[in-house]
């Protein structure tokens, strides 16, 4: 045939020989080709869409330089998106991470630091923050600006959490006893606890 395969009936032995004669002769002329003509060993050249060459390390510096001026103008238009406000908090962020850079790894529950910015900070949900604004708005320095009115009248009958009662109270209990209950099993139980401590350290 053309190709210089064998034709008619043949065998799977002899259809392999046949195959593995014609890649050795395509390999064998291959290496004797000339290298202008089959390529080989060439740089790969690298063209534009007008098929002009391009310097492969020219290209990366230009896409390089281009990545650069857009991130440069996202950045600018990030900034003058910004307001004053915006501004002044990624300052004192910045600020703090400084602060933060330059002070010891380990933090205890006592850090004076630590315990005044969770005293200053102010929530939108603390019913008490009005008490502790100024004229201004800002935290005032020392006592409260506005102080509430305190009972005076007769002792208040004890509770566990003691809170004390509203000023505009008019002395009467109206609770069900269960607090007074609850102070008297507490106090009994200290009492027992107390004495079988006592009669097990006469037993010594």
Same mark, same amino acid.
């Given at each position: &045939? ?7 009936? @043949?065998?799977? !032995? ?8 014609? @890649?050795?002769?395509?390999?064998? !002329?291959?290496?004797?080709? $000339? ?12 063209? $534009?869409? !007008?098929?002009?060459?391009? $310097? ?18 996202? &950045?600018? %238009? ?7 406000? @915006?501004?002044? %908090? ?8 400084? %602060? %933060? ?20 900070? &102010?929530?939108? $949900? ?15 320095? *020392? ?15 004890? #509770? !566990? ?23 008297? #099993? ?13 009669? #097990?350290? *006469?037993?010594?």
């Amino acid at each position: &045939m053309s190709s210089g395969a064998k034709a008619g009936l @043949q065998t799977g !032995r002899e259809v392999a020989k046949t195959l593995r004669e014609r @890649q050795e002769e395509q390999r064998r !002329r291959f290496e004797q080709m $000339d290298h202008r003509v089959s390529g080989r060993g060439a740089q790969t050249v690298h063209r $534009d869409r !007008r098929g002009r060459r391009v $310097d492969e390390a020219e290209e990366q510096a230009s896409e390089a330089e281009k990545r650069r001026k857009e991130d440069e103008a996202a &950045m600018r %238009e990030m900034e003058w998106g910004k307001g004053r406000v @915006q501004r002044r %908090e990624e300052e004192e962020r910045r600020k703090r991470a400084r %602060e %933060e850079r330059d002070r010891p790894f380990a933090r205890y529950a006592d850090d004076p630091e630590v315990n005044r910015a969770l005293k200053e900070r &102010m929530r939108w $949900d603390d019913p008490a923050a009005r008490y502790h604004l100024g004229e201004e708005g800002g935290r005032t320095k *020392g006592k409260a600006r506005k102080t509430m009115p305190v009972y005076k009248g007769p002792a208040p009958p004890p #509770n !566990r959490f003691g809170i004390r009662p509203g000023y505009r109270w008019d002395g009467v209990d109206r609770s069900n006893g269960f607090e007074k209950k609850l102070l008297e #099993n507490r106090v009994s139980r200290e009492a027992r606890s107390k004495e079988a401590h006592r009669l #097990n350290m *006469g037993d010594l």
